[in-house]
């Protein structure tokens, strides 16, 4: 099975900031890294698939980058609604596994 | 819109099954897969495994193989997961999840189901 290491696991920022979220994988999975957001009382939410590719309605200071082994989510601009927790998940083969998670929260 | 609507929290004996079900609407159910994902506390999300409404085919995550069945019943739109012989290791958040189109991401989630098995 793909191994997945994200991190890191808790990041501070403020409003207007850039951040990013890393996550690695244990062997490479091309192109295929999937980014999801979850905030409590909604549900999770598709960001970014095939390591670049904005899902719709996705605003675009959400942006990903990244193959083989490396990925990176890049939220700039920070908004208020963007503190939540971020995991990625890798689709380029079966099983699918996840990243542990980036709890985003305000500084 | 597409929502796929979750059933309300379950508190199950051990050895005991539950079956969740994750009613679909707003798209063409037999056109997607549905995926199953498990959340433990404190722990990260595992895939459980998919099916495909269309022609019933399903792909089990080894881990979840003699813990999970899945099936579903096109007439109401609706994908079921049951779990087997429940212990305190299967307590969790199980959500259902559409697949994409042609690739093997989620794009929309259901809300979740808790499980809690406790005696």
């Known amino acids: 099975d793909v191994q997945i290491t994200q991190s890191p696991s808790y990041l501070a920022a403020s409003p207007g900031e850039t951040i990013t979220i890393n996550c690695r994988a244990s062997?490479?999975?091309?192109?295929?890294l999937a980014w999801y957001q979850e905030k409590p009382g909604k549900t999770n939410k598709l960001l970014i698939y095939?390591?670049?590719t904005l899902q719709s309605g996705i605003p675009s200071r959400f942006s990903g980058s990244g193959s083989g082994t490396d990925f990176t989510l890049t939220i700039s601009s920070l908004e208020p609604e963007d503190f939540a927790m971020y995991f990625c998940?890798?689709?380029?083969?079966?099983?699918?596994?996840f990243g542990a998670g980036t709890k985003l929260e305000l500084k | 819109e597409v929502l796929l609507q979750q059933s309300g929290p379950e508190l199950v004996k051990p050895g005991a099954s539950v079956k969740i079900p994750c009613k679909a609407s707003?798209?063409?159910?037999?056109?997607?897969?549905m995926d199953w994902v498990k959340q433990s506390p404190g722990r990260s999300l595992e895939w459980i495994g998919d099916?495909?409404?269309?022609?019933?085919?399903?792909f089990y995550n080894q881990k979840f193989k003699d813990k999970a069945t899945l099936t579903f019943d096109t007439s109401s739109s609706t994908a079921y997961m049951e779990l087997r012989s429940l212990t305190s290791e299967d307590t969790a958040v199980y959500y259902c999840?559409?697949?994409?189109?042609?690739?093997?991401?989620?794009?929309?989630w259901g809300q979740g189901t808790s499980v809690t098995v406790s005696s």
């Open positions: 095939s390591g670049s």
């Open positions: 999840a559409r697949r994409g189109k042609w690739l093997l991401f989620m794009d929309y």
């Open positions: 707003g798209y063409t159910f037999i056109d997607y897969n």
């Open positions: 099916v495909n409404p269309n022609n019933a085919d399903t």
């Open positions: 998940q890798h689709h380029n083969e079966y099983p699918l596994t």
């Open positions: 062997k490479s999975i091309s192109k295929f």
